[in-house]
Nanobody, 125 residues
Framework: QVQLVESGGGLVESGGSLRLSCTAS?????VGWFRQAPGKAREGVSC????????YYADSVKGRFTISRDNANYTVYLQMNSLKPEDTAIYYC?????????????????????WGKGTPVTVSS
């Protein structure tokens, strides 16, 4: 069983930056960030595996968000720059104990094994 704790959310003005952290209680091969805005479906934002390779980014965040991981501390970060009001959502961390294809995982086509409780991000215009 892996427990996930997110942090780093908050209120920021449009164009600003935030860095989200997801700390796991143990090792997870694949970790992703998802978000859900009020009245909207959950969306995969960015996902990363523990091995070298290109992370996955949703088109809506490419060039603005960067995902990275610190395996020694079981932590995955999401650096969010040039934030827009449409980035406002609850951001959830998800993890898998087995390797997953990132594009498939980030589109929610696998059953998600572990979820965090989420951290809210609000971007004011």
């Amino acid at each position: 069983q892996v427990q996930l704790v997110e942090s780093g959310g908050g209120l920021v003005e449009s164009g600003g930056s935030l860095r989200l952290s997801c700390t796991a209680s143990g090792f997870a091969y694949t970790v992703g960030w998802f978000r859900q805005a009020p009245g909207k479906a959950r969306e995969g934002v960015s996902c990363i595996n523990n091995v070298d390779g290109n992370p996955y980014y949703a088109d809506s965040v490419k060039g603005r968000f960067t995902i990275s991981r610190d395996n020694a501390n079981y932590t995955v970060y999401l650096q969010m720059n040039s934030l827009k009001p449409e980035d406002t959502a609850i951001y959830y961390c998800a993890a898998s104990s087995v390797p997953r294809a990132l594009r498939v995982y980030c589109r929610g086509w696998y059953d998600i094994e572990y979820w965090g409780k989420g951290t809210p991000v609000t971007v004011s215009s």
